[in-house]
C-alpha cells in the first residue's frame, strides 16, 4: 500500500510540476494591455530631458524630470550655509553657493543628487552628503474648450477631468471623450492621446478639442 501511496503522489508532483510551467508560459506571452496617455498617466520612453517631464521604465509610472519653476529643498549635512530652497531658473539652472550655476533641466531629483555631491566634493568638501527634495512644482495648462483656460497651480495626482473642472468646465462645443496632452520629454515635445482619467504632470499642456458635430 506505501508503494501504492507513493506512486501516486510522485505522479501529482508530476502534474503539478507541468500546470506550473504552462501557467508561467501563458503570462510571459501575454501581451501588454493600455495605451499611452490612458489613464496611468501615459508611457514615455525611458530618459530624461525637459522643461520637465516623464521618463518611464516599461511599465512603470512617469518619473518626475526637473524643469525651470520648480523649487528644491537641498541639504549638504553639516553645512547649513550651503542648504536651502532653489528654484530651477527659466534656463534650466540652480544657482549654488561655491559651485555656481548647475545645468539640472531634465534632470531626475536621484541625478541632481549624484551631481551635487560630485560638484561639492570635488574641490570643496570631504565626503559630502547632500539631500534634493521636490517641494514645489511648476504649474500646467489647459486650453481650448474650456471656460477658462489658462495657468494653473498645480495639485499632485490631478487628472484631465479634474483639470477641466479647475478652468471653468467644458464649453458646449468640447469633445468630452478624448484629449491631447502636450508634454516635455529629452528630445522636445511630445504629442499624447488621453482620456479624462489620465493623470497630467507639472509643466503638462492639456488641449481640450472641439468636436466635430
Do not use: K, W
Not at 534656463?91 to 545645468?103: A, E, F, N, W
Amino acid at each position: 500500500m506505501s508503494g501504492l501511496v507513493r506512486l501516486i503522489a510522485n505522479a501529482a508532483l508530476a502534474i503539478a510540476a507541468t500546470l506550473a510551467v504552462s501557467g508561467c508560459s501563458l503570462f510571459e506571452d501575454e501581451p501588454a494591455t493600455g495605451s499611452a496617455g490612458a489613464g496611468d498617466g501615459g508611457t514615455v520612453a525611458a530618459g530624461t530631458g525637459d522643461g520637465g517631464q516623464p521618463a518611464t521604465t516599461a511599465g512603470g509610472p512617469p518619473v518626475y524630470l526637473i524643469g525651470p519653476g520648480d523649487e528644491l529643498n537641498i541639504i549638504v549635512f553639516g553645512h547649513p550655509d550651503l542648504s536651502g530652497n532653489f528654484i530651477v531658473d527659466q534656463q534650466g539652472d540652480l544657482t549654488m553657493p561655491l559651485i555656481g550655476r548647475l545645468p539640472v533641466r531634465g534632470q531626475t531629483v536621484d541625478t541632481i543628487t549624484t551631481d551635487l555631491t560630485a560638484a561639492y566634493g570635488g574641490s570643496y568638501l570631504v565626503d559630502p552628503r547632500v539631500s534634493v527634495e521636490l517641494l514645489n512644482s511648476r504649474p500646467f495648462y489647459i486650453l481650448g474648450q474650456v471656460n477658462t483656460p489658462g495657468e494653473y497651480p498645480y495639485v499632485r495626482g490631478v487628472t484631465v477631468r479634474q483639470a477641466v473642472a479647475i478652468a471653468g468646465g467644458y464649453t458646449r462645443r468640447a469633445d468630452t471623450a478624448e484629449f491631447v496632452i502636450y508634454r516635455q520629454n529629452e528630445t522636445g515635445s511630445q504629442e499624447m492621446r488621453a482620456t479624462a482619467d489620465t493623470i497630467v504632470l507639472p509643466g503638462d499642456t492639456v488641449e481640450v478639442q472641439r468636436r466635430l458635430f
